[in-house]
């Protein structure tokens, strides 16, 4: 009877091993897809940043009122961009 009660005790420490190691993998796939995330939102930021500086000084190419508009149209050149690649 002993003998059958140390297996089960083993089969529980396995079990117990197998779910904390389980929990281990999820927390790092999580913390692995925040990185990702965060990684995107920055490219789009720089994209955008990219679009708006080369859409002012095309603006500005223009007359000195259109530089804003330029950087507007850029940024959302930038972002869209970002978006398709």
Known sequence: M???INVGRQYKTQAMQGMQQ???????RERQEDTLDQADKQAKMTAAGTGAAVGAYAG??????????????????????????
Not at 22 to 28: F, I, K, N
């Open 60 to 85: 500005a190419s223009y007359g000195s009122g259109m530089g804003p508009v330029g950087a507007v149209i850029g940024a959302g050149i930038g972002l869209l961009a970002s978006s398709m690649f």
């Open 22 to 28: 389980a929990s281990t993998l999820e927390q790092e």
């Open 2 to 4: 002993a003998g059958l």
